[in-house]
């Protein structure tokens, strides 16, 4: 299901940074009207003037129907907006748990079945919703973080059977360079794969709109990882054992 971003008015939420805000000038090239969702205003302000797009700052997780309201009817949805944290599942306090699985899941599904109505009515729209590779394989020291994305991929998975007219893209990233690690407080440190830059992940994005691509890997040698731990579950547990040591 393809769309022309070119005059369409988009909301990406997560925009006064990283893959947001990369996300915000790529549709921006691409001609796109921008909202910008984001909680840290002066930075959404920011790229909002870089990209000729709408700032409207507050917090998805407790003004999600005030976003909505005040975005109005939106052509296109990037849920983008989340958070991380690494580290012993046994250690990991229970605010954290909980402002994970309302961030990066609650949040755009509510988001998500704010905006949905006037898209089907219209019967044109799209959503995309930024993921993660660990959603899709697991990563060691992130269990919570991988369930609200694997979360986000069954939520979309769902979504497609249920809508017409309304096309539904994932995005996984793997390791991208933006701040998602210092404000997670624990720096990314294994030495491969490398951090790609955010501007790659938002080129993915922008394509998955124009030509209406479900699941999108990036870079795309992701999506070897994750159909093996899908076919031969037992190799790929022990490649990845191998590959959490190095």
Known sequence: MTMRIAGARVLITGASSGIGAATARAMAAAGARLVLAGRDPGRLDAVAAGTGGRALAGDLVTDAADLARRAGPVDVLVANAGAGWAGPL???????????????????????????????????????????????????????????????????????????????SVVLPGVVDTPFFERRGTPYTRRWPAPIPAERVARAIVTAVERGRTESYVPGWLRFPARLRGAAPGPFRALAGLSAER
């Open 90 to 168: 046994e250690t990991m306090p229970d605010d954290a748990i909980e402002r994970l699985v309302a961030g990066n899941l609650t949040a755009p599904i509510r988001l998500t079945r704010l905006l949905l109505p006037a898209m089907v009515e219209r019967g044109r729209g799209h959503v995309v919703f930024v993921a993660s590779i660990a959603g899709a394989v697991g990563v060691p020291g992130e269990a919570v973080y991988a369930a609200t994305k694997a979360g986000l991929l069954c939520f979309a998975e769902s979504l497609r059977y249920e809508l017409r007219g309304v096309g539904v």
